[in-house]
């Protein structure tokens, strides 16, 4: 069983913040606290700072900063907030975390070291590293496709069962791994939450038994994610299927860009989609990340039109 | 619309058929029979013969035909019989296939190339080449694990549209890749029926959409699979999860084995369950892989015993 | 040492014959026969059959016994042959070989199992199982880009050791991996032969101690790697240098074609230099392989008439 | 042609400069002066600082900080330094990079970018902000088996054409890939200086054409790299082979350790051997990396005393 404080418990729809930007690059703080405000008021129950969606890895330590500190103040203390401490190893990790734990956030998030050549063993210490040199909950982020190595069940376990780590956000897009941490996480007396990162699957993730979702479409369509999660927890599976089909119609945005890079492609689309709907000022993505063009924005747009989430378009 | 003649349709459980074999590697007929007999009164939809689980890679082509046949003979018409055609390149597998469906199957499926370093473009001649060469509706056979590269979307949706697939076995493990061709099969009027390869994530699979499911755990436990779709099929996601979540830990046998392959390890632990289960003979390897040691197949025997599928162990 | 008869010895130049084909895609056994006498006369010390540059994977049973008995025929003993069985797994290779070997080649070659999921264990099984079957000397061949699995050196050691596996066709493109290989190839008293199959960096290669290279692009210009190889063995590197370096000039006609596949684009090209230099009458391509485009054709013949290996072209 | 001051030019061997550390895990300076000195009166032409042998990851922004200020203060200008500044994207780069440059190292060299998911064209405007916001040369160092991306060719030449890189540290293993570069380069008028990383092919690479060599292994034998390249440079590639050859047997040191990560056992086998020959003070790892057990550390020396580098061990 979780013994920690409600403050440090992330379950439901917890969204990664997208991090609005201006023209120059500069952080949009006005947006960042609208967008918050927003998320709250539809019904999340937390909110994940500076994760993959928030574009962390291409922030100064002084910009995380300052973009913790916003979200942390526009919070308000209403959610409980985890944010992403990415970076190498296990001793920037720990200064990073502990400068934004100062700012007030409850609990952090890593995944397991980038750049190194580590054994299992050696990710185990790496995660005890951290969790021994700060003083908020850690999470494990298992995300493959950026770090490169999937997180062992076994490892997760003990290091679950030694209470170095409280909870995974798993974006490793197995749907059988992720089963089996839920099915062995049970057995062990549920001493981590598990948060799905697959926002198209939340309905059958929950039905796996996931214990949040975090969606980095929620920066889009907050409503619908926490309806559909509401649908689930009560049973109403039928519910929760139609409005996950729904809302992946509404994730057809991040198929419009053409020729562009990941993080251009999935990140730029929540961004387009999200000026396009008046939640932030501009579109503007991270220092060296293409912007989406012209054509692809309209594209964009026009999924939002099909959906009912844009007044009909005058392009 | 699918409008394939009801014998080739596959649909809710259609085990991959495991083949038995005798300490000497040849083919046990005999238990073969029985196992097909086993599933089809068990209450499966279908039979997939000569896939990955009846280790076909490991036959030369006359033991393919010989397993065909008898799997053809022990069926009796009471369920239609896809046939995996498992080799290189497409003429290579137009040949294959030719000799499976004069055995009387009733459809073939097939990946996309091995060996070879294929474009896109080329895996679409491909599989136009296969299904314009035999007489029988054509699947295709999405194993990355195997394969070395996924079908993308695109291509699979192409292939559809043009009668050229008329359905496909996923076992990428990608359950957003998954969610997302249920959606656009659905969009395009349902042209592919689609079923998924991973056995622990049925009833998830089936709220996201899947038309069945191919488990290699039904030659183990095959009522489970028959019940749990059923719950799925009329709406009862808490049953269809709670016999899952009873599957899962019978599914718990692959991962007793210690130190040996992927091969040896998942169909190893198949047979020595159904051997311990009575429902073959030997649990015998095909040839060139490692069979399990005494004390892997004990813990495969508990496993078993504490799922209550077998007579208190004598050991 | 290596105690083969000279006919099962493979050293110095031992190209992979391309397999002219005619539009309809049928083998065209003249321009084979040709080619095979080409390349024999031109100082080559050996030929390797049915290799993936002469596209064997797309061919049926049938036709490589038909490209093969060519290709003895034509060679009349004056040079030992070589041929690759690429199948899934023993049982199948076994029977591949011994077709192959029934038409007169000196030795089999071959990759680990395709398809499969093996440990090295059971990749050592495999290897063994083909040489117990077949009656000529066994060659491994290392090529992951393709197989998707690195032969591990002490594996191979082991197989050299106990007479297995008599040499190493290595395209790995792994230099440190075939310099240690070559380094324990020494110290275990040479039972292996070890060709390389990168064209590009044969110099190198002959210094790092390689007995000989399977390059791909002499069958557009062998004569060019008879003088290369002849100065590594006489030790004059600088020559040895040069005429790599204008091999590699030559070698630019495989980065022509442009959006096709690796079998499209590297085979294709040598094709369309060797059709263009008169050598085969025509460059089909195997079944389902897409064939260059006339801009790539064009640019190939500008990349040989820049090496004057073209009379002025007058397109 | 590269106009760059001489103190920005790295050819020759360029050892990778290993951290001493104390049991502590504190830096041990005292050693790490006497290493670089060392390093140098054996007759390297450049140092890099800071690089995967140097265990860069593992250490925080002070740490780095530390080290650098110790070797540019040990080398006094002696030869030049260039510096790894290994962060997750440009801007972090940046930041890291001017710390470096403000303690005195001549150059600097980076990655593509960590954890993110970029196209060519961002990799591409990744180097340009970091070269457009430093005050030092910028090389390009490749390292796909940290970094899970290939610098593609015409990047490199792209970036070197417009200045913006003015060296490649490839560390890539793929000598096809170097050889095409040493060419492109060469027919661009050598715009980029192009060291391997690969110290078991310096010989081949040298023939190959390659600038110089970063061999980590200089820590542990830097006069045998010194005397390989002099043999090069002046074409007397047999002396080159027969040096490269005894330093691959004292290569042997890496494959001693049994079941450690890869960063433990390489730069675990190196400090273990300084240690051994008195060249640090202790062999002690960064942060979260396994130590060599007694008995790997045993095995290292024993392959130090056969090559005649120790003393006879009195275990």
């Known amino acids: 069983m979780n013994h920690l404080p409600s403050?440090?418990?992330?379950?439901?729809?917890?969204?990664?913040v997208a991090t609005p930007l201006r023209a120059d690059r500069s952080i949009d703080h006005a947006s960042l606290e609208r967008l918050v405000d927003h998320l709250i008021t539809s019904g999340v129950r937390g909110l994940f700072a500076l994760g993959s969606?928030?574009?962390?890895?291409?922030?100064?330590?002084?910009?995380?900063?300052?973009?913790?500190?916003?979200i942390v103040s526009a919070t308000g203390g209403r959610v409980p907030i985890i944010a992403g401490a990415i970076e190498l190893t296990a001793p920037r990790i720990a200064e990073t975390a502990r400068r934004l734990t100062a700012e007030g956030v409850d609990a952090i998030v890593t995944t397991a070291p980038l750049y190194t050549l580590n054994s299992p063993a050696e990710v185990a210490r790496h995660f005890r590293a951290v969790a021994?040199?700060?003083?908020a909950p850690l999470w494990a982020y298992d995300v493959p496709v950026r770090v490169h190595t999937k997180l062992p069940l076994a490892l997760l376990l003990e290091l679950a069962a030694d209470g170095v780590v409280h909870g995974v956000k798993d974006s490793s897009g197995d749907d059988v791994g992720f089963r089996r941490l839920v099915a062995a996480n049970a057995e062990a007396g549920r001493p981590l939450q598990l948060l799905t990162g697959h926002e198209v699957v939340v309905d059958a993730m929950a039905l796996a038994g996931a214990d949040g979702v975090v969606p980095g479409l929620a920066n889009v369509e907050a409503e619908g994610y926490v309806r559909l999660w509401d649908a689930a927890e009560r049973g109403d599976w039928e519910t929760a299927r139609a409005e996950q089909e729904r809302l992946n119609?509404?994730?057809?945005?991040?198929?419009?860009?053409?020729?562009l890079s990941g993080d251009a492609t999935g990140v730029g689309a929540f961004k387009a989609a999200m000026a396009a709907r008046g939640l932030i000022a501009e579109a503007a993505m991270a220092d060296t990340v293409e912007s989406l063009g012209a054509d692809d924005v309209a594209s964009v747009r026009d999924v939002l039109s099909r959906s009912g989430l844009l007044p009909v378009s005058v392009a």
Chains 1, 2, 3, 4 share one sequence.
């Open 7 to 16: 403050t440090a418990r992330f379950s439901g729809v917890v969204p990664p």
């Open 53 to 70: 969606t928030g574009e962390t890895a291409y922030f100064t330590d002084a910009q995380r900063v300052e973009i913790v500190r916003t």
């Open 132 to 135: 021994g040199r700060i003083d």
């Open 249 to 259: 119609r509404i994730f057809d945005i991040v198929f419009q860009p053409r020729g």
